[in-house]
């Protein structure tokens, strides 16, 4: 099976501008999760989406949101971009409550 | 409050030798617990699962002990080697998330 994906790999945006990321889990994985990791920080919780759904939400403001497509594909989107937002964005797939697969992120520079 | 606790300073180890990471956590009650492995800018790996009726776990130089009471997880790598060096993440599952420790780093020193 191929891993999961994340595009795209690098962007770099200005503050105030939005920005959406892409996640395709592996193929028959139902539960995507979103995680943001700074420099020296560990994997603060974004959301969780289960067929369509968003089933936990972690403590990042509005400006964060996801979705997840019929197909297990999710996207998440943060609008009106800070300074702060500049952070490495992974995206985890698994299927029950078994291990998650993590793709190889997105690292996003807001300038 | 609930939190899930691994050392925060670097453990360095001289290759060889045993590694020996700690993960402790509080107010959960963990049906398992998971650990990971993480190379700089790049996602997590997973490495180890452990249920909370087994008390240890072992797949090649790697063994992991969960232990309900003390509620505390121990990882260790034994014959460690110089590419054994990056940052170890221990995670629970609460309410279909996971909840993940901020990681030890280990640095294997030939």
């Known amino acids: 099976k191929a891993g999961v994906t994340q595009t795209p790999r690098y962007l770099i945006k200005t503050r105030g501008q939005q920005v959406t990321l892409s996640c395709s889990p592996i193929?028959?994985?139902?539960?995507v999760s979103w995680y943001q990791q700074t420099p020296g920080q560990g994997l603060q919780f974004l959301f969780e989406y289960f067929s369509e759904t968003q089933r936990n939400k972690g403590n990042f403001p509005g400006r964060f949101s996801g979705r997840q497509f019929s197909n297990s594909r999710s996207e998440m989107n943060v609008s009106t971009l800070e300074l702060g937002d500049s952070a490495l964005y992974l995206c985890?797939?698994?299927?029950?409550?078994?291990?998650?697969?993590f793709g190889p992120g997105t690292r996003l520079t807001v300038l | 409050s609930q939190k899930i606790e691994q050392n925060s300073e670097a453990l360095n180890i001289q290759e060889g030798k045993t590694a020996t990471l700690t993960c402790n956590y509080t107010?959960?009650?963990?049906?398992?617990l998971q650990w990971y492995r993480q190379d700089p800018g790049r996602g997590p790996v997973f490495l180890l699962l452990?249920?909370?009726n087994e008390k240890e776990k072992r797949k090649e130089r790697l063994k992991v002990t969960f232990d309900t009471t003390l509620k505390q997880s121990l990882f260790h790598i034994t014959a460690s080697q110089p590419a054994d060096s990056a940052t170890y993440l221990c995670?629970?599952?609460?309410?279909?998330?996971?909840?993940w420790g901020a990681g030890t780093k280990l640095i294997i020193k030939p």
């Open positions: 193929s028959g994985h139902r539960s």
């Open positions: 995670a629970l599952d609460s309410n279909y998330q996971l909840i």
């Open positions: 985890a797939s698994r299927e029950g409550l078994n291990e998650q697969f």
């Open positions: 452990i249920r909370e």
């Open positions: 107010n959960y009650s963990p049906a398992y």
